[in-house]
Every structure is written in C-alpha cells, then in structure tokens.
C-alpha cells in the first residue's frame, strides 16, 4: 500500500500539472519556495498537515480532496490538524482504547497521543499513516469529519 506522504506527493505534481502551474508559482501559492514543492513532488520531505492544507488549497482543493475523496464545502475549508485530532479521538473512544494503547499501536508516545487530540500537534503524513495503521482504518479517514466517512 502506498504511504499517504506518497500519494499525496503524486496528488498534488498531477493536479499542478493539470492546473498548467510551475513550481515557482505554486510555491508562491502555498507561500513555501521553489525547491520545497520540487522535494515534495519527490516524496522527499514528511510534511505537517497545515503545509499540506496550504498546498492544497493553492491547488483550489483539500487534503483529501487531491486524493480524490469526495469532501463537502465545509471539508474544504477544515483545517485538517483539527479534523485529524476530532477523528482520532472518536476513532479511540468507539474502540475502546487508552491513548496508551494507541500510542503503543502507533509506535509514539501516549503524550503525543493527548497532544494530538487536543490539537497541540501539527502532525505529519507519516503520523497520520501510523495512527492508520494503530486504529486499524485507512489513514485517509482520518482527515475527513465523520459525517463524510459513510
């Protein structure tokens, strides 16, 4: 299975592409430089989710909208730290888990466990692929509010 970091990396040259827009001008979009859209395109760096948000919407989309899920208006504007920190704690709390736990499945802290739910971490694409991986959904639910996963 592809990581989330990569098929994001692949989500956003394919849609800049289609968009018909440099790197230089994306990067100017996204208030990042030049060189930060080549290495993500390159899978290179492991983003926090507030620089996804930004490149995505210099691209006119969401995190998981680039990634081809369906998102409401409301989706769009979501910043996805907080839709990640919401669903992660209603992901814990319907199976029952400790933050312990999670973070034991997750392989990070149980502090960062509580950080993240209450918002205090911007987390990157490959926390949200492991935090994925310790409630056994597909990360990408995780960026999503729930009134959209159906």
Known sequence: MKSLR??????????????????EELAVRASL??????RLE???????LDTAD????????????????????EQE???SKDVFAARVREERVSRNLTQEEVGDRARVD??????????KKNARL??????????GVRPLSLLKSDRMNG
Do not use: H, W
Request: include cysteine.
């Open 6 to 23: 990569a098929s994001f990396a692949a989500a956003v040259k394919r849609r800049r592409m289609e968009l018909g827009v440099s790197q």
């Open 42 to 48: 390159r899978v290179a760096p492991n983003i926090t």
């Open 110 to 119: 149980r502090n960062y466990v509580s950080d993240v739910e209450r918002g």
């Open 77 to 79: 504007t979501a910043a």
């Open 33 to 38: 430089d030049r060189t930060g859209i080549s």
């Open 54 to 73: 930004s490149v995505s919407r210099a691209l006119c989309s969401s995190v998981p909208g680039l990634l081809g899920e369906s998102v409401s208006k």
């Open 126 to 135: 490959d926390t949200v692929d492991a935090f994925g991986r310790g409630l």
